[in-house]
């Protein structure tokens, strides 16, 4: 950490935090659109008429607010390393694997949840859906016109704050490509932004609430494996620290102890 560039880590961490708040924000900033004409025309060509469509807004989906649940391990993975401008290395490595323990499970169980909910939303979407032509219009009412367009923005917003993130923590320290746990992490979280992207794209607009679900499913799981990895890696730290603090006392009453004349 003797030549860290400290200015690079530093924003580093800015622009991870950034990217994280806009995942987060995703909810507030996509859907809300008024979908009642778009609901009107697909069920004309169903041959079902609809008195009343007004009310009905796009939906703003998972997928990019579950993003977030992967970058929560890329914010604290950075934060570590921003820890340790501050703090000496003995005290560091207590505090990081007791963190690091809290951490990873908060993160499983948020992972869970979010699992859940995601898993039981997805199974709503495909009941509605496929029992036409009622629930299929239902599900056109909730799901059905989601804001492709929007939602790229912000995705390519995104990417490009991570793609950011990466190059500053190489500029703050090319040795941390040598951690492949880092390298891992972001290569899991580029891709999964890109492949999110490319699943808004793949199917036609009705069916991308789907997909969209889908993946927060998998972003769901891919957040409880690092949980998990995170949670095997603390435990060393936590065990090191203990023998640690467990052998003070015998340090120090040896030093006080009168020696034999």
């Not at 995601?118 to 599900?139: D, K, N, Q």
Request: glycine share 10%.
């Amino acid at each position: 950490m003797g030549d860290l560039r400290k200015p690079f880590l530093l924003l580093a961490m800015l622009a991870i935090v950034l990217a994280i708040g806009v995942e987060l924000g995703a909810g507030l900033l996509l859907g809300g659109a008024d979908a009642g004409a778009a609901l009107a025309d697909s069920a004309g060509a169903l041959d079902v008429e609809l008195d009343d469509v007004s009310g009905v807004s796009e939906p703003s989906g998972r997928g990019t607010g579950y993003l977030a649940l992967i970058d929560a391990v890329a914010v604290w993975s950075t934060g570590l390393f921003c820890l340790a401008l501050l703090l000496p290395e003995r005290v560091q490595g207590r505090v990081q694997g007791v963190a690091g323990l809290i951490f990873s499970i908060i993160l499983i169980i948020v992972g869970l949840v979010a699992l859940v909910i995601a898993f039981a939303e997805l199974t709503i979407m495909v009941s509605l859906f496929l029992a036409a032509p009622f629930g299929t219009l239902a599900y056109l009412a909730l799901w059905g016109f989601f804001p492709v367009g929007e939602a790229a923005v912000l995705l390519g917003l995104v990417l490009l704050l991570k793609l950011v993130w990466a190059g500053l923590l190489v500029a703050a320290q090319p040795r941390f490509l040598q951690n492949k746990g880092l390298v891992l992490l972001i290569l899991t979280t580029l891709l999964c932004t890109v492949v999110l992207e490319f699943l808004h794209n793949l199917v036609p607009v009705i069916l991308v609430s789907i997909v969209d679900d889908v993946a927060a499913l998998v972003f769901a799981i891919i957040a409880i494996i690092w949980g998990l990895v995170l949670l095997i890696g603390s435990i060393p730290a936590i065990v090191k620290a203990i023998r640690v603090t467990a052998a003070l006392p015998a340090r120090a009453s040896a030093t006080t102890r009168p020696s034999p004349r």
